[in-house]
């Protein structure tokens, strides 16, 4: 879709726990894009310190679902700033905090 993005496995943190992912976000500019649940927590992990966070919601998370959901929000998350924000995408709305 244009954009440049890594995935943890390419980076060498395949197995990293969620701190060292973020950590790798923070440290390359990178938009952290993840299913993981931990990271919607702004509590445990503020968006505000990051490039920004995007934790695509849904279930099952098979490849075909995951590439539906990107080509569906990406291009209306991208006509925002998300850095320093947490943005949740479901199969019904974009929902954009911080």
């Given at each position: ?22 950590a790798a976000a923070i440290a390359d ?70």
């Amino acid at each position: 879709m244009g954009h440049d993005a890594v995935s943890v496995v390419e980076i060498g943190l395949s197995g990293a726990g969620d701190e060292e992912a973020r950590a790798a976000a923070i440290a390359d500019q990178r938009v952290l894009l993840t299913l993981d649940a931990d990271f919607a927590n702004v509590l445990s992990y503020p968006p505000v310190e990051t490039p920004g966070v995007v934790r695509l919601r849904l279930h099952p998370a098979t490849e075909e679902s995951i590439d539906e959901m990107l080509k569906g929000s990406i291009p209306r998350v991208a006509e925002v700033s998300v850095r320093g924000r947490l943005v949740v995408v479901d199969e019904r709305k974009i929902r954009i905090r911080g």
